[in-house]
Nanobody
Framework: QVQVVESGGGLVQPGGSLRLSCSVS??????VAWYRQAPGKEREWITT???????RYADSVKGRFTISRDNDKNTMLLQMNSLKSEDTAVYYC?????WGQGTQVTVSS
């Protein structure tokens, strides 16, 4: 059974940074997408890394978030810089058709 697990969420002040991780049990992680869902809003796509290493970002995070792959740890990373209050959400990793349980990111002073 495939399990997707996110970690790294937490509370950070505006302008701060966080790094989220996504691991997938039993699979080589080479392509994932990150989504987020803020309270009262629909889940939105924010970034994807494809198997060839190419990436795409939503305009809302472009230039601030970076998706990357840690091959040694078989983990996908989401580096989030210059965080804003509107980035507050539960962040989800999606591998193929499988979703993780999400990790909470709260940006507040």
């Amino acid at each position: 059974q495939v399990q997707v697990v996110e970690s790294g969420g937490g509370l950070v002040q505006p302008g701060g940074s966080l790094r989220l991780s996504c691991s997938v049990s039993g699979r080589t992680v080479n392509a994932v997408a990150w989504y987020r869902q803020a309270p009262g809003k629909e889940r939105e796509w924010i970034t994807t890394m494809y198997t060839d290493g190419s990436t795409r970002y939503a305009d809302s995070v472009k230039g601030r978030f970076t998706i990357s792959r840690d091959n040694d740890k078989n983990t996908m990373l989401l580096q989030m810089n210059s965080l804003k209050s509107e980035d507050t959400a539960v962040y989800y990793c999606k591998y193929s058709i499988y979703w993780g349980q999400g990790t909470q990111v709260t940006v507040s002073s």
